[in-house]
């Protein structure tokens, strides 16, 4: 399989390279030449089988020959033994066509574990085999930080960087995030958002030089691996309801929109999706686009669901693109009006084929307190508060066919917001119970690019050894 730029310039590159590279050169996001497409067959006999077996089955196209089948089948059954839950990605009933897909029963209690266990096997397999090092770096809003962190501590191959915006994660996320004790790890306070540590990832990227002399590598949905693994969920949730011979519904808990991506991969590839539910906090950039055809960031707001506040979508790039019939021009200038201005308007046919595929729905933090405290109160199913985004805007949209929230988070990452909805503070698993007494190791830094880099620079073992293991 072969991989291409959402800008269309960046050299065009197998599945091994387009992994180490997170980013394309022309700044755009990789995506399969081509997607493939599972039988009819194949999807049914998804249901029943354990899930590293459909991981393996539906990834096997994505990596091609880059990783010997017999190594990609041994990583992946090692990424999804980390997860305590039998199923990995079980299915909950939560209403009489309503389900809920919990995507938290790996290491880090969120859904970014699912891609990030098997990322780091596969790059650190990549880098073995190369004999190379390489850098990771990455922004997050609270949950991809940890799982990364999580998942690269035992990496021999890679240093990890993760810039957090100060003071606007949970203690639970932060610990996660700076208690590890592995030396190839660190934990960076930026002072601004989590849009200003995306952008700082995404500048250091964009430098050439920077990007070559610490071997640069990402681990955001912004990287392919990322993307390619959260799409296997969707078929194993759609076949387990009698996909593909009943259609059914996805509602996203959504910031960056790599998950939400992944479920239209899914479709692409042949899942029977009737909607794709796009389901925002306050922070409703993509919900006003989807109506008004206008992307246009307006400041963040912190909400109860601080994961998602997010106004740079990383991924409606990759929709942008393919909704354009793959324009790369167009995906190009809208990118560098939005660098500009901070806005962009897509075009009328680039909208209709989004609106054909999506829907969108916000919900604000009344609503989102409200929905925790009455499914607590009517299921005794209790939500973290990016899953009652998701559900909260679902329930406004249920249909003939059964809808699936995605349940992103455990609602004990979030105690402060849970206890207030609900007066119950939700106790941590067994498996975090010492986080909040574990010593902290975390550095502060200025909002500012060059300050980033030269933190980046002494520490990197990829530089002092010559990006060479
Ligand atoms: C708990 C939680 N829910 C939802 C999201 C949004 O997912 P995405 O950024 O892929 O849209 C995130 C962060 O990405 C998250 O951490
Ligand atoms: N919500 C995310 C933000 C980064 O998203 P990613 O999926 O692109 O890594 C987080 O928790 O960090």
Redesign the pocket.
């Known amino acids: 399989m072969q991989y291409v730029s959402s800008r269309g310039e960046a050299p065009v590159l197998g599945f091994a390279d387009t992994l180490l590279a997170g980013l394309a050169s022309d700044g755009g996001l990789y995506v399969p030449e081509t997607w493939p497409v599972l039988s009819a067959d194949t999807i049914r006999g998804f249901a029943g089988r354990p899930y590293a077996e459909v991981a393996f089955d539906i990834l096997s196209p994505f990596v091609g020959d880059d990783i010997a089948a017999a190594d990609l089948k041994q990583m992946v059954e090692d990424a999804y033994a980390t997860f305590p839950h039998p199923a990995v990605a079980p299915l909950v009933q939560i209403g009489p066509s309503h389900f809920l897909l919990e995507l938290f029963h790996g290491p880090t209690l969120?859904?970014?574990d699912v891609a990030m266990q098997l990322i780091a096997r596969l790059m650190d397999h990549v880098l073995g085999q190369r004999e190379q090092r390489a850098t990771i770096v990455g922004a997050t809003?609270?949950?991809?930080g940890g799982a990364a962190i999580a998942a690269f501590a035992a990496s021999r191959r890679t240093d990890i960087f993760i810039l957090f915006p100060h003071g606007r994660v949970s203690p639970v996320q932060q610990r996660q995030m700076t208690t590890s004790g592995a030396d190839n790890v660190h934990a960076v306070a930026v002072d601004g958002t989590f849009d200003d540590c995306q952008a700082l990832v995404k500048a250091m990227f964009n430098d050439r030089r920077f990007r070559e002399r610490v071997a640069l590598s990402g681990v955001n949905?912004i990287n392919w691996g990322r993307i390619m693994a959260q799409i296997v969920y969707y078929f194993t949730a759609a076949a387990s309801l009698g996909a593909p011979d009943r259609t059914v519904s996805f509602t996203?808990?959504?910031?960056?929109?790599?998950?939400?991506f992944a479920g239209y991969g899914a479709k692409r590839m042949g899942l029977p999706v009737e909607r794709l539910v796009i389901a925002t906090n306050e922070n409703d950039i993509l919900v006003r686009t989807l109506d008004r055809g206008r992307y246009e960031t307006t400041g963040v707001h912190a909400t109860m669901?601080p994961?998602?506040d997010?106004q740079v979508s990383s991924?409606f790039e990759r929709l942008i693109f393919e909704a354009s019939g793959r324009d790369g021009e167009l995906v190009r200038r809208l990118m560098q009006q939005l660098g500009q201005s901070g806005s962009f308007t897509l075009p009328e046919a680039v909208l209709a084929a989004i609106g054909a595929e999506f829907d969108a729905g916000t919900t604000d933090e009344p609503a989102t307190a409200g929905t925790i405290k009455r499914m607590l109160a009517t299921t005794a199913y209790l939500l973290?508060p990016?899953t009652a985004v998701g559900v909260a805007v679902a329930e406004s949209r249920l249909g003939r066919e059964p809808m699936i929230t995605l349940g992103?988070?455990h609602p004990a990452k979030f105690p402060a917001a849970i206890e207030k909805a609900t007066g119950i503070s939700p106790a941590l698993p067994p498996s975090h119970a010492d986080l909040m007494q574990k010593r902290e190791a975390l550095d502060r830094l200025p909002n500012e690019i060059g300050a980033v880099q030269d933190y980046i620079r002494a520490r990197s073992r990829a530089v002092s050894q010559g990006a060479e293991a």
């Open positions: 969120a859904f970014k809003s609270g949950d991809t949905s996203v808990p959504t910031g960056n929109f790599g998950d939400i669901s994961s998602m997010i991924n973290d990016h992103t988070a």
